[in-house]
């Protein structure tokens, strides 16, 4: 009965910034992972960020790194993903997933840690 549903996808300009919102039912968001994936049709999924809010802890994908930014709300047990300079190539479906535990460590991006997932929100960079 985990459900996951994510919001705030939408066109945007190259260079331009968007936020999206993953809202988390049937689990906390403290006691496990979450990590945002996305998929297009040629490249298939890919792992974005993941964060564990308990741990203070974040992975980004090298794609990501210093233009994407992971953070959790406790009280709106909601994880959010900003990203900022957004290029055509980050044009995919944004999933959240919750993975089966707190701790993934370096393994973040495998999805075999992950057992439920949203139904994604579009994302498209063009001019």
């Known amino acids: 009965q985990v459900q996951l549903v994510e919001s705030g996808g939408g066109l945007v300009q190259p260079g331009g910034s968007l936020t999206l919102s993953c809202t988390i039912s049937g689990a906390t968001l403290e006691d496990y992972a979450f990590t945002w994936f996305r998929r297009t049709p040629g490249k298939g999924r890919e792992a974005v960020s993941c964060?564990?809010?308990?741990?203070?802890?974040?992975w980004y994908a090298n794609f990501a790194s210093g233009r994407f930014s992971i953070s959790g709300d406790k009280a709106k047990n909601t994880v959010y993903l900003r990203m900022s300079s957004l290029k055509p190539e980050d044009t995919a479906v944004y999933y959240c997933?919750?993975?089966?535990?707190?701790?993934?460590?370096?393994?973040?991006?495998?999805?075999?840690?992950?057992?439920?997932w949203g139904q994604g929100t579009q994302v498209t960079v063009s001019s």
């Open positions: 964060i564990s809010v308990a741990d203070n802890l974040s």
């Open positions: 997933a919750k993975a089966r535990f707190r701790d993934v460590a370096g393994a973040w991006h495998v999805e075999g840690w992950y057992d439920y």
